[in-house]
């Protein structure tokens, strides 16, 4: 079945420092992926998609790419903050209609002024 | 910002005891799930829900599990007899349409069983 495999956290950063959060998945087709947010408290809150290979997905100076070679969408930023402190998930969904996600473990992320 | 809400944000409850989670989606949204979080594990899909019927189950959503939308606001979840796996964040979510419409999510409903 679909899977999507996330790199283990939690990771610890200071700020400025570059981000990157690797992402693999296993999927027949063609998925749509996503990133979701999780911040403290918070329910999950989508960070950016792509819906076909080589897309680019991109909010908030986040950055992920669509690899159908390389079945991955590893997230990136040049310079992270404090305030992208949270947990962060990688999604996919083939579902026509209702989107059924199926999710990674998720990664805690913490930045160190 | 339109967003989901849920309540209650914790709820406690014992072994064999009906419990009922409640969500309002987004006003003018059309489809509505449910997902869950065991403590440490990962998000799971448990069940999604469009003009007024499941359109699709995972294996957990078994008999014990049931969704309503009462009225034109209301999307609920009922747990039969809780079990002590039961024990996860429940959270709902809502989108204006299917296929790459996002979710968005509500905060959560942490059900803790005894």
């Known amino acids: 079945g679909d899977s999507v495999t996330q790199m283990e956290g939690p990771v610890t950063l200071s700020e400025e420092a570059f981000l990157t959060i690797n992402c693999t998945y296993t999927a027949t087709g063609y998925p749509s992926l996503f990133w979701y947010v999780q911040y403290p408290g918070e329910g999950l809150q989508l960070l950016l998609k792509?819906?076909?290979?080589?897309d680019k997905g991109s909010n908030k100076g986040f950055e992920a790419t669509y690899r159908k070679e390389t079945t991955s969408f590893h997230l990136e930023k040049g310079s992270v903050q404090v305030s992208d402190s949270a947990v962060y998930f990688c999604?996919?969904?083939?579902?026509?209609?209702?989107?059924?996600?199926?999710f990674g473990q998720g990664t805690r992320l913490t930045i160190n002024p | 910002e339109p967003e989901v809400t849920q309540t209650p944000s914790h709820q406690v409850t014992q072994m064999g005891q009906e419990v009922i989670l409640r969500c309002v989606p987004i006003s003018n949204h059309l489809y509505f799930y449910w997902y869950r979080q065991i403590l440490g594990q990962k998000v799971e899909f448990l069940v999604s829900?469009?003009?007024?019927?499941?359109?699709?189950k995972s294996e957990i959503f078994d008999d014990q599990f049931s969704v309503e939308r009462p009225d034109g606001s209301n999307f609920t979840l009922k747990i039969r007899s809780t079990k002590l796996e039961d024990s996860a964040m429940y959270f709902c979510a809502s989108s204006a349409a299917g296929d790459n419409s996002p979710l968005h999510f509500g905060n959560g409903t942490r059900l803790t069983v005894t």
């Open positions: 829900f469009y003009n007024n019927e499941i359109s699709e």
């Open positions: 792509a819906t076909k290979a080589d």
């Open positions: 999604a996919l969904t083939r579902n026509q209609g209702a989107q059924k996600l199926v």
